[in-house]
Every structure is written in structure tokens, then in C-alpha cells.
């Protein structure tokens, strides 16, 4: 697999000049990079179709995008002045920020992609860790994936196209043609990646008859296949065509710690493969190697640890919207601007526009807009802030696999009562040397299911660490506006340090350190004792935290859910 | 505006096309939830279904789509009258419309020029008699959720607010479409769809090429393509048709009526309305296949969809809804 920068690059600049060539066809190009020269640079080298773009934010109006009265022009003009909305013009649009691209604005987007809008996107996504990308919604619809990141100045290379070449294969590009032979591939090797949507052959369809086009080719040829599978298949692969024996095996090795899980993945994937490979079988070979020449290295790594379904699930945009409901708005009611509120200008103007022509009667000498202080309308907003449960679940060995069964039901009651009680559940399981964060906080069952079904169990019991890893994770939440709460599960004594350190004592006394840690948080928290005699250690350690101790010895998932909403109620 | 995909050339979905036709035959089914994983030709069909409906004759100008002038808000202004044939409404709700736009507001256009206080009619009004058409309907905002249900169950809007007092017809049916890995729906909102169906991505490689085909057939070519496939949406328009007028002579037996209560019991869900909207649904069936009686075989086919959304949730079931109607109807109809 060879993945030189000079070469993503080269990718980069193919992709825009495909884009340049057909926008309408292929919806666009997500391009992930931080802010920095190589960005600039390659703006700087957008094709001239493309570089007339307008730049809009995440923070776009309703009526700058689909045009509307412009208020103060009316008001100056004294007629209605209406603007164009920015969908309505042909010019390819650029959304800065794109990561922070709230679902409203992505769904207006796709929607005017879907009516046919013949322009092309441009997402600039600057964001930093994985979670953090544009919206689903618009990345599904845009055929290209160009990332920059630890691209240096010095690898860039000029790849320029004449104007008149793109003007000329914009030309011929509605004369090509796609033979049904080709068409069945691409879709062969689309499934083969272990792309669901078909979106995606339909989008590398459309560069292969583009990059035709800029070929002078009146068909699509194998080349043109290559390329196109490439640029738009490689960053939507969710698994690797099976068999492929060394490229499956090689990242295996640091996932050794459940090889149960993996090998489970593979046999589950291995059927469908194998009876999707019946017919055709000579040139897909090519095109998949072709494609996984390009899968980023990120990539083959998460794949081969990730079943299909979980790497597909991650980041919807459920969990996305950050701190996005921290408000609800109301009707905003008239008062008085004390400096803590803030004025509402639409609701004040049309408080005060059906009285101008009675007031301008009343003092004709007065130009402008006659606003007086009963038509002041201040904003208000109710908060409102959701409930995250935290479920910290110890997996060891000690905790027999029934307790933890019982925590998965627990867990999936709860937020099956979840949108009622406006929680967000996420579980962080604890055992051998580490706690993972088994599910990110979500209201999905659809998602808790599938991460619970593969929750493994057995080791040791790393208290300190599942409480330190909870309460990182309740300070994180806590950033984004909602209000964690803390559940903790486990039947035993602390006997793995935090790492660095060895012995019985040593983690006891992490996982007291650490208590305190949750305590500073002053969040609702309870421990749930499951063992079957009750513990005073675990009483101590629930003081510590400042959390109800809840001894639970014998309780099946109703019980237990109900006795962690007593718990953490307040 | 681009013309829309045809709906006959949708490949598969067989579930999510029929469920889209019943509503055509009786709109007081009320409403169609699609979920599924993205790409698998949800916002397809629905725009496909607004070319598939019978026109409907409204008064010429009315911003609420009145059949007649005495369907006219009086707060409207008054129109010449005039009866005009219009496709039928089908009304796209955007994620994170303001609830200015829902239920309308103050117009401030006439407002600023002429001084006069009129109401400007919201998305509501304009889907009146029509279909309004939620994409990602599980990530709107509460507070229209809230505006939704309301209207929805009443079929009227009532507007109150900066100084309107004013209230129009709002009956439509809703479609909604979804991706359930993003979020749950509120149970409330549930219930207010009449049908729910599941879509997956097609498995079968040959469909898939088949999909891709005609979908690159129509993007090349479209005007070509709907030459091709505008009879057989025809013939499904005029099946829709037919079926509306044999509808109200379709019979039930008292039979069926006991049928659907057994149903609805075994699998307890709530309130009544899963038992009225099976039997609506088993009807429209039977009215769009040409039979005069609701058999056991419309009721079979229906249920799923009738009612797989009406469950109480029972987490630790691993089946899904769909199967756990599918076992109920085995073990009554038994």
C-alpha cells in the first residue's frame, strides 16, 4: 500500500478538476485540512469554475440562502427589495467550518442537491479529531474526500489544466458513454468495499464518464474506472474485500485482546462476499487493488477493528450537535432592554411596522422607521439541558458474566424510557488494565445495541481507571452543555492500579484519588454494589465520590434500572 | 426544478412503495415513516410519489389550497372564485425551519409597504389537502414536534401571536423519513403515522445494478427516460384511482373486525388507533387490488406496516417489531 503525500496531492487536484468538469454530477468535495499554506495553495489552484465560489458559514440565514425580503434595503427604499438567495445562483458554494455545520443547514443543503441544483459544494472541514466532520447528510452526497493533513509545502505539485480543457470536456462529457460491463463493476466493487449506499456508484459513475471526458475518450475505459473507483470509493470502504489474506491480517495484531470479536466479523462478512462475487470475476480484482492502493492508512487500520455496522454508526448527527439544546427558544415578548436581554430586531420590527403609517400621521415630520418602547420585543429562551448517564460497568472476571447481562438490560430500559426523561446514556466498561468507552453518549438503541451485543467480560478490576475515565468524560459532556450523571457498577475491590504503578494498595488508592476527582465534579452519582455480600469498601469509596451507595445483590434489569433512577434522580 | 425519478422505475423497496400507495388511496391512513440507512432511495420515492397523486381542484389563488370559496379563511383575502386543478401539494418541512415558517406569521412585507397587519401562510397551510414531508424527521426540533402533533390530530391551525388570531385548515398526511441510528422518535409522534416501514440498502447484486442503471439512465437522459416510464406511472395513477371509488363498497365481516381487536390485543399496543388504522389500511389494500371483501390475506400483508411501530418497546427483544407482528399474526390467525 503506498500513500505518499505528493500522490493525495495529485488526488486532490485530479478530484477538483473532475469536479470542475461535472458538478452537478458529482455533488461535490470534502476537504479536510487545517487552515495553513498547503490549504491555500491548493485553493489557490482550484479550477476557474470552481474558484468563483461563495464562502458561506455554518451560521448562513434562511434568507441569504433562499433569498427573502431584505429588510433594511426596504426599509431605506421605502418598497420592497427583495435578495437572491444564494441556492437560487449559479455558483458553486464553499461552506467554511463544515464540521461545525448544524443538521438544519445540512438538510437544507442536501435538499437543494437533490432538486437538482447543478453547482458544486465545497466543504472545508478543519476539524481535529474523528468525531469532529462535516455531516453525514452532505459528505454521503459529495462523490470526493481530499485530506491534507501532514501534507508539507514541499510536496505540492503543479498540475494545472488549461480553461479550455475543462470548458472543452464539459463539452463531449454528455456524448460519453458507459458500458453496461462497466457499470455492473462499479457496483460490484462498491459492495465489495462494503459500501451500503448507492449513492456511491452512482457518483463514481459520473467521475469516470468526467475523467473520460477530460481523456477525450467518448467511452469510459478501464483507466477511467480506476480512477474514479479510487477518488470515490477508498475513504468510504467500511471493510475489506475478504480475500486478501495478508491485508486482514496484518493490523489484527493489536486488536490480540478480543480475537474472538474480530474472527466472529470476518465470518459474519465472509458469506455475503463470497455470494456477491458469482459471474463476474476478471477485472474487479483490478479495480479493488486499485482502490485499496488508496485506502488511507488510518483507514485499514480502524476497519480491521471495527465490525462493519460500528464504524458506519459512529458520529451521526445525533451525537454531533453539540450543546445544540441548550436553549429552547419562546415567542419573544415585549420588555424593557435591562442589559441582560437581548432585543429581538425582526419581532420588534413587526411589532412596530403595522403602526407606521398611523404614527407617520401623527408626526409626519419624523423621517424613518417610528419605533417606540411598547414595540421592543426581547428574546427568551428556555433552558433546558439533557441528562447524560454515565454507566461506568466492571467487566472483570470477579463480576460474573450475569451481573454484566443484567447491566446491559439495565442500561437499554433506561434509554428506551430515554426521550421521555430526555437522557443521553453512554457506558464506559472497566476490566484487565484499562477502561474503554464502550458507547459514546447516545439516544440510539439502535446503536447501544449493537455496541453492548460485543461487550466482552474477564480480568482484573481497574477501579481508578473506569472512574477517571467517567469523569473525563463527564467533564467533557459537561462542555457541551448537557448534565452528566454517574453510575457506577461493580462487585469488588480495586486490585489494578492506574498505570505506573503496582499492587493491592496502590489501587486502592488510585481509585480513592479518583473518587475525589468525580466528587469535584459534583455531579448525581451512585455506586451499585453487585456483589452478593455487600462491601464496606465500596460504602467508603461512594462516600468519597459523594454518590449514593446502593447495595444491589441480587437484581434483575428492571430493578436495577429502577433503583439507578432513584439513585441519581436529584 | 428538475422532474423527479418515476416512481414504477424504483427498483425493490416493495414494502416502502406500497405503503406510499395506500396513503394515496386513503389519505386518512394517515401518513407514511420511512427508516432506513442512508442511500437506499428514501427522498426518492417520496418526491416520486407527488408525480403519482391526482390533481386536486382548489380555488385559484388560495394560500391554503381551499376546495371551495367557503373552504377560504375569512382572513384571507377574498379571490374571484375561480376552480382550478393543481397537483397535488407535496410540501418539504426542512430541519430547523422556524416556527415562523411552520404556522406562518405576521407578513411583513405588507406590513413594512402598505401598513396593514396580514397573515403570511406558513408550510402548513401551503400542505393543506396535500403531503408534508419531514426528512430526518427524528433530529426536528422539539418545539415543532410540539406544533406538529397538534396539528396533525386536529387538522386545523391555530395561530395566536403577535397580535394574529387566526386559524386555517391544516389536514395533511405526513411523511416522514429517517435514519434510526441518529435517534428514537417520540412515541407521540410515532403514533401519528398511519404506516412505518423499514428500508435496507438492496443485498442482491443484480438489483444493485439494476438501481445504478436506471439511475444513470436517468441522469444522462431523463427526458428519454420519463417517455419511457411515464405510462407505467400512469397505470399506477389510474390503479389509485379506481381503487379511491371502490373503496367506500369494499366490505368488512364482522370476522375481520374481531380479527384485527385479537391482533391488536396479542401484541398490546396501545390505544385504538392501531386497530383502526390495520383496517383501514387491509381496506385500501383490497380496494387497490380489485377485491370486494378485507380478507386475512390484506390483514397479513398489512400489519407489519399497520402497526410494527405501535409496540411497546421491549428492549431485551432482540427480534425486531416486524417480526414480533409477523409471529402475532401467525399464532391469532392461526
Known amino acids: ?150 501534507l508539507r509545502p514541499v510536496d505540492l505539485a503543479e498540475m494545472a489544466l488549461a480553461p479550455d480543457e475543462i470548458s472543452a470536456a464539459q463539452a463531449c462529457l454528455p456524448g460519453v458513454t458507459v458500458s453496461d460491463d462497466m457499470l455492473a463493476l462499479m457496483v460490484v466493487t462498491a459492495a465489495r468495499f462494503g459500501i451500503d449506499s448507492l449513492r456511491a456508484p452512482l457518483l463514481a459513475l459520473a467521475a469516470a464518464r468526467a475523467h473520460a471526458a477530460l481523456s477525450g475518450r467518448p467511452e469510459v475505459e478501464e483507466d477511467d474506472a480506476q480512477i474514479a473507483a479510487q477518488l470515490v470509493f477508498a475513504h468510504r470502504a467500511t471493510l475489506l474485500p475478504q480475500e486478501e489474506e495478508d491485508a486482514a491480517q496484518e493490523p489484527d495484531e493489536d486488536t490480540s485482546a478480543d480475537p474472538e470479536d474480530s474472527s466472529k466479523d470476518q465470518q459474519t462478512e465472509e458469506p455475503d462476499v463470497e455470494s456477491e462475487e458469482g459471474g463476474q470475476n476478471i477485472p474487479q480484482d483490478m479495480l479493488i487493488e486499485a482502490v485499496k492502493a488508496f485506502l488511507p492508512p488510518e483507514i485499514l ?162 477501579l481508578a481507571a473506569g472512574l477517571q475515565a467517567s469523569a473525563e468524560l463527564a467533564r467533557r459532556v459537561m462542555g457541551q452543555g448537557l448534565s452528566p450523571a454517574l453510575a457506577l457498577l461493580t462487585d469488588g475491590r480495586a486490585n489494578v492500579p492506574l498505570p505506573g504503578r503496582t499492587g493491592r494498595a496502590a489501587a486502592t488508592e488510585d481509585a480513592e484519588i479518583m473518587a475525589g476527582l468525580v466528587r469535584r465534579l459534583n455531579i448525581p452519582a451512585a455506586v451499585v454494589d453487585t456483589s452478593v455480600r455487600p462491601r464496606p469498601e465500596l460504602s467508603k469509596l461512594a462516600g468519597l465520590m459523594g454518590a449514593r451507595y446502593v447495595p444491589l445483590p441480587r437484581a434483575d434489569a428492571q430493578g436495577l434500572s429502577r433503583a439507578i433512577g432513584a439513585a441519581i434522580a436529584d | ?99 415562523d415558517r411552520v404556522v406562518g406569521a405576521l407578513d411583513i412585507e405588507r406590513a413594512l409597504t402598505r401598513g396593514e397587519k396580514a397573515f403570511e401562510p406558513g408550510l402548513l397551510a401551503r400542505a393543506n389537502r396535500g403531503y408534508l414531508y419531514i426528512d430526518e424527521v427524528n433530529l426536528l426540533e422539539d418545539h415543532i414536534v410540539d406544533l406538529l402533533l397538534d396539528v396533525a390530530q386536529s387538522g386545523e391551525n391555530v395561530i395566536e401571536r403577535e397580535g394574529l388570531s387566526i386559524r386555517h385548515d391544516a389536514r395533511f398526511v405526513l411523511v416522514g423519513s429517517g435514519n434510526p441510528e441518529e435517534g428514537e422518535l417520540r412515541p407521540q409522534l410515532l403514533d401519528r403515522f398511519g404506516l412505518s416501514v423499514e428500508v435496507r440498502s438492496p443485498t442482491d447484486i443484480p438489483e444493485r445494478v439494476e438501481v445504478i442503471r436506471r439511475r444513470a439512465a436517468f441522469d444522462t437522459n431523463p427526458q428519454a427516460f420519463l417517455d419511457k416510464w411515464n405510462p407505467e406511472d400512469a397505470k399506477i395513477r389510474d390503479q389509485i384511482l379506481t381503487a379511491r371509488a371502490a373503496l367506500p363498497k369494499v366490505a368488512t365481516s364482522d370476522k375481520t373486525l374481531h380479527d384485527c381487536a385479537e391482533l391488536c390485543v396479542a401484541l398490546g399496543s396501545d390505544g385504538l388507533r392501531g386497530e383502526l388504522t390495520l383496517l383501514r389500511t387491509a381496506r385500501a389494500l383490497a380496494a387497490y387490488q380489485g377485491d370486494a371483501e378485507v380478507t386475512r390475506t390484506h390483514m397479513r400483508a398489512v400489519a407489519p406496516m399497520a402497526l410494527s411501530h405501535r409496540l411497546r418497546r421491549d428492549p431485551l427483544d432482540e427480534a425486531g417489531s416486524s417480526t414480533r407482528v409477523m409471529r402475532a399474526v401467525e399464532d391469532v390467525f392461526a
Open chain 2, 1 to 99: 426544478m428538475r422532474q423527479p425519478f418515476p416512481f414504477s422505475a424504483i427498483v425493490g423497496q416493495e414494502a416502502m412503495k406500497q405503503a406510499m400507495v395506500l396513503t394515496a388511496v386513503d389519505p386518512g391512513i394517515g401518513g407514511v415513516l420511512v427508516f432506513g440507512d442512508r442511500g437506499t432511495g428514501k427522498s426518492t420515492a417520496v418526491r416520486a410519489l407527488a408525480a403519482l397523486l391526482p390533481p386536486i381542484s382548489v380555488l385559484a389563488g388560495s394560500s391554503t389550497n381551499a376546495a371551495s370559496a367557503e373552504d377560504q379563511p375569512d382572513w384571507a383575502d377574498p379571490l374571484p372564485g375561480d376552480i382550478h386543478d393543481i397537483p397535488t401539494p407535496v410540501i418539504d418541512l426542512p430541519l430547523g425551519a422556524s416556527e
Open chain 1, 1 to 150: 500500500m503506498k500513500h505518499d503525500a505528493t500522490e493525495a496531492w495529485v488526488t486532490g487536484q485530479l478530484a477538483v478538476h473532475l469536479l470542475a468538469v461535472d458538478p452537478g454530477g458529482l455533488g461535490g468535495l470534502h476537504l479536510r485540512a487545517r487552515a495553513g499554506p498547503v490549504r491555500t495553495a491548493f485553493l489557490d489552484a482550484l479550477p476557474v469554475g470552481l474558484k468563483t465560489a461563495r464562502k458561506i458559514g455554518a451560521n448562513v440565514q434562511d434568507t441569504q440562502l433562499f433569498g427573502g425580503i431584505d429588510i433594511s434595503a426596504t426599509l431605506a427604499a421605502g418598497q420592497v427589495v427583495r435578495s437572491h438567495g444564494l441556492l437560487s445562483e449559479p455558483v458553486p458554494l464553499m461552506l467554511t467550518m463544515a464540521e461545525r455545520c448544524p443538521p438544519g443547514l445540512a438538510a437544507r443543503l442536501a435538499q437543494a442537491m437533490d432538486a437538482g441544483r447543478q453547482q458544486a459544494l465545497i466543504l472545508m472541514d478543519e476539524g481535529c479529531d474523528e468525531d469532529e466532520t462535516a455531516p453525514a447528510t452532505l459528505t454521503e452526497r459529495l462523490a470526493f474526500h481530499v485530506n491534507l493533513d501532514g
Open chain 1, 301 to 462: 487500520s480502524a476497519l480491521s477493528q471495527k465490525s462493519k455496522g460500528g464504524g458506519k454508526g459512529s458520529g451521526g448527527a445525533g451525537q454531533r450537535r453539540k450543546g445544540n439544546r441548550r436553549g429552547r427558544p419562546l415567542p419573544s415578548r415585549p420588555g424593557k432592554l435591562d442589559g441582560s436581554s437581548r432585543i429581538d430586531i425582526v419581532a420588534t420590527l413587526r411589532a412596530a411596522a403595522p403602526w407606521q403609517m398611523l404614527r407617520r400621521a401623527q408626526t409626519p415630520d419624523r423621517a424613518g422607521l417610528l419605533i417606540r418602547p411598547s414595540d421592543i420585543h426581547v428574546r427568551r429562551y428556555q433552558e433546558m439541558s439533557d441528562r447524560l448517564i454515565i454507566f461506568a460497568v466492571d467487566a472483570s472476571g470477579s463480576s460474573a458474566m450475569a451481573r454484566l447481562s443484567e447491566a446491559k438490560g439495565a442500561i437499554e430500559l433506561m434509554l428506551a424510557e430515554a426521550y421521555a426523561r430526555r437522557d443521553h446514556v453512554a457506558l464506559i466498561a472497566f476490566r484487565g488494565e484499562q477502561a474503554d468507552l464502550i458507547l459514546p453518549p447516545t439516544r440510539s438503541l439502535v446503536q447501544t445495541k449493537r455496541r453492548l451485543s460485543g461487550l466482552p467480560g474477564g480480568g482484573g478490576t481497574p
